[in-house]
């Protein structure tokens, strides 16, 4: 059993803040294609939900891995995908690697001041030639007495023009491709990091998305997190934790989804009676219902391994692909039910169709996790051969 009842007051703390602090501005936020990352990170810091399973040492709250689920659910909740997303970046997939592998120095600032919500932190791993093909990035971070040189770019950066440091993974070294990367914090006022677009994107407006480039940028060899070379590995490691975190974020997404078709077709009226009352229709809605579900229980069997110290390479890979599947398919089949609607950009669902289509591709695209799942289980070609 993940949740009890210790679970209960931070979940409703968590839900008056995004019935308050979020949910009013959603709209707003939307349209301005950008959110106050910084006003509302110090809200949630303050109230202790960027830290939640990190260092007590460093301002976290200590707790295990059910919280951050709780967390990540909850934020299901808010009426777009695009702040979610970058709450996740702070607590998920910015800085795991950091509290996990970094120096006491390091932590203390950087890492408490993300906790804090004083600072905004974003992730460089994607460029415009090595998306879900990490090994292939070209940024290079080059040894110079107790500095790193670094130049390159990266693209697709969330958070990116509003934060104020990034987890690089650059190359430091010419040997095999999953042993000469390292993940460097470095700081975005450095001389050097230029923020060169904000990115026009199909959904996710509220979150603001950058292309980034490093120009004989200079960070001193301290800012490397753990050892030179174990950058691949750590990025691994954090992609586990974002990609489950991506699959619980979108379960009560897909909810109100439901929830909201469900309410609009029993109130739209054609041919004499109800939308909702075709069969054709409240069946599927049936079906999509039970396919959240069992997406839940996966998420949540993983959770649930994540807390017994286990691997949860497979069960997380999982979680993403169904997750991504169904981030397409469950607002496709909602919004045609909308009918014309549906295709307008003032309902919730058209906000869903755009948002969810993300789902499928960032952390990981699906053909990337079928690839992870194939050979885990040894049934790529050549495998298994003698």
């Known amino acids: 059993m993940l949740f009890t009842a210790d679970h209960d007051e931070p979940r409703r703390v968590l839900q008056k803040f995004i019935a308050s602090e979020i949910n009013p501005y959603v709209d707003e936020w939307e349209k301005a294609q950008i959110f106050p990352a910084h006003q509302l990170f110090k809200k949630l810091g303050d109230l202790g939900f960027l830290g939640l399973t990190k260092p007590v040492d460093y301002g976290g709250q200590g707790l295990d891995y059910s919280y951050a689920l709780m967390m990540a659910e909850e934020l299901g909740t808010v009426r777009c995908g695009g702040v979610p997303m970058a709450i996740g970046v702070q607590t998920d997939m910015a800085t795991p690697a950091l509290a996990r592998f970094g120096s006491d120095a390091l932590r203390r600032e950087f890492l408490a001041p993300a906790i804090a919500g004083d600072r905004v932190a974003c992730v460089g791993v994607s460029e415009p030639g090595a998306g879900s093909d990490v090994a292939a990035i070209k940024t290079n971070a080059v040894g110079d007495g107790d500095d790193y040189v670094i130049n390159g770019g990266k693209m697709w950066i969330t958070n990116g023009t509003q934060a104020d440091w990034i987890c690089l993974l650059a190359n430091t070294g010419d040997g095999p491709k999953h042993r000469n990367k390292s993940l460097i914090v470095v700081p975005m006022k450095t001389a050097g990091v230029t923020v060169a677009r904000k990115l026009d994107k199909l959904g996710m407006h509220s979150s603001d998305t950058a292309q980034i480039f490093f120009d004989n940028v200079r ?55 109800s939308i909702l009352d075709n069969q054709t229709v409240h069946f599927r809605l049936a079906e999509l219902q039970t396919e959240v579900e069992a997406l839940r229980a996966l998420v949540y069997r993983a959770a649930e391994a994540m807390i017994a110290g286990e691997d949860v390479t497979k069960l997380a890979t999982m979680a993403k692909l169904k997750a991504g599947r169904l981030g397409r398919e469950i607002p496709d089949a909602c919004l045609q039910f909308w009918g014309g609607m549906g295709y307008m950009n003032e309902t919730p669902v058209s906000r869903a169709y755009r948002d969810g289509r993300l789902t499928s591709i960032g952390g990981g695209a699906d053909e990337v996790m079928l690839g992870v799942l194939c050979k885990m289980m040894g049934t790529l070609p050549g495998m298994g051969q003698t």
Request: glycine fraction near 10%.
């Open 219 to 273: 960070v001193p060899k301290r800012n490397r997190i753990g050892e030179e070379g174990m950058g691949f590995t750590y990025q691994m490691l954090q992609f586990q934790e974002e990609r489950l975190w991506g699959a619980a974020a979108s379960l009560k997404a897909h909810d109100l989804t439901i929830a909201d078709t469900i309410d609009y077709t029993r109130n739209r009226k054609a041919f004499g009676h």
